[in-house]
């Protein structure tokens, strides 16, 4: 393990070189966010008190559905214009764990400006197999361009995702209603989850690999910021880095945004903060 802790920014690429060498152990720990971060229980409880206090405050749109499932439900907190731009976000917890309710905080950084926000909440595993995930993503997103101008978000769809939900959005890129992205400490290769507990619930097949990995399918030419934190796992550092790379190999447009000191959860205070650096991502981004 230590071998693949000693891996930093610049040399994070090389963790698929030591990968076949690492035990079962190390191989779980490189994945394990929750594990490399002291403070994370605090951290969970402060953005979910904060996103109480926002649901609270802005009943109207919660709890849409969009599909048949009890968790198909979208959040919309509408913007003042229905015609500006709406950040579909969503969440994060490796496909098997928490909840768009927890996250509605995010939406104060862009509402700042004048966008609306929508939260997707989505079926989780082992109940719901990953394709059928991406599936309603899919789903939600179609709801959204024919519903969300009644509720105040009928501008462009600029999708979102934050660890699970960052490879979610990568494959959302390609609806046609959305016209931007920003994923955020993204899992965009899922060969190696196989390796690791992540998989007692996801039951990755091959098939599932190769078709539910971003970077295994053709790019979509659509502007995507992608960002990462400085202080995150070699791995979760890599899977950022090397979508940015095979996009820019593409000619799609994006930039890469480390951000500066952050780790896999304190990285979305920089999309809660109207002056954050996620946040400055999006309202710069061609729509």
């Known amino acids: 393990m230590s071998d693949l802790l000693s891996l930093n920014v610049e040399t994070c690429p090389a963790i698929d070189s030591v990968w076949g060498a690492l035990s079962r152990a190390a191989r779980d720990a490189a994945y394990n966010n929750t594990a490399a971060v002291p403070n994370v229980a605090a951290l969970h409880e402060a953005r979910t008190r904060a996103s109480i206090a926002v649901r609270a405050a802005n009943p109207a749109g919660l709890d849409l559905p969009y599909g048949i499932g009890e968790r198909n439900r979208i959040d919309v907190f509408a913007a003042e214009s229905a015609d500006a731009p709406c950040l579909v976000f969503i969440h994060g917890g490796y496909w098997q764990m928490n909840s768009k309710d927890s996250f509605a905080c995010l939406a104060d950084g862009v509402?700042?400006?004048?966008?609306?926000?929508?939260?997707?909440?989505?079926?989780?595993?082992?109940?719901?197999?990953?394709?059928?995930?991406?599936?309603?993503v899919s789903q939600a997103l179609d709801w959204l361009a024919k519903f969300g101008s009644v509720h105040g978000a009928g501008g462009p769809l600029v999708v979102s995702g934050w660890s699970a939900g960052g490879h979610l959005a990568a494959l959302a890129l390609h609806h046609p209603a959305v016209v931007a992205g920003l994923g955020i400490s993204g899992i965009y290769e899922l060969?190696?989850?196989?390796?690791?507990?992540?998989?007692?619930?996801?039951?990755?097949?091959?098939?599932?690999?190769?078709?539910?990995?971003?970077?295994?399918?053709?790019?979509?030419?659509?502007p995507m910021a992608i960002t990462y934190g400085t202080s995150e796992l070699p791995a979760l550092v890599a899977n950022s880095r090397k979508l940015h790379a095979y996009r820019a190999a593409a000619g799609a447009p994006g930039v890469l945004v480390p951000a500066p000191g952050r780790n896999h959860f304190s990285i979305l205070d920089d999309l809660r903060q109207p002056d954050g650096i996620l946040t400055r991502q999006l309202l710069v981004l061609p729509l």
Do not use: C, M
Not at 111 to 136: K, M, N
Not at 193 to 222: C, I
């Open 191 to 222: 060969g190696p989850l196989r390796d690791t507990y992540l998989n007692e619930k996801l039951a990755l097949s091959d098939e599932q690999v190769a078709s539910l990995s971003p970077l295994r399918q053709p790019v979509v030419a659509k």
């Open 111 to 136: 509402r700042a400006h004048g966008w609306s926000a929508a939260f997707v909440g989505y079926s989780l595993a082992p109940q719901a197999t990953l394709a059928q995930i991406v599936d309603e």
